[in-house]
């Protein structure tokens, strides 16, 4: 649980690179990952604008999971990463995937 705290607060603080030296270091410790840590590895990378990197967490999030579509939540995150990477084309796609899946914005 605190590994994901420590996650958490570097995605808040968008640094990505810190982030990823903390997932580092759990795998060195043992911990698994779960939906929590993946997400908070989107999360830091969305807010830095690596949204291919992004992306990458949420597939492994999905697999992890066995999900078939991501939540409303994760959709946020992604249309909150393409508007910090100036990629608002790409924050529109993620909004029309928003409503095919029936979430309210």
């Known amino acids: 649980m605190l ?3 420590m996650l958490k607060a570097y995605a808040r603080a968008a640094d990505h690179e ?7 270091e759990m795998r060195r410790n043992g911990i698994r ?3 929590k840590t993946s997400g908070k590895l ?4 969305a807010k830095t604008g690596l949204m291919e990197e992004a992306e990458e967490w949420l597939d492994v999030m999905q ?5 078939e579509q991501p939540n409303q939540v994760e959709i946020h995150i992604m249309m909150d990463g393409c508007a910090k990477a100036a990629r608002p084309e790409s924050a529109v796609l ?3 995937r928003l409503n095919e899946l029936g979430y309210n914005p």
């Open 3 to 5: 590994w994901n705290t």
């Open 63 to 67: 697999g992890a999971l066995r999900l």
């Open 18 to 24: 810190g982030a990823l030296a903390q997932f580092q």
């Open 33 to 35: 990952l779960n939906s």
């Open 42 to 45: 989107m999360s830091s990378a």
């Open 94 to 96: 993620w909004f029309q």
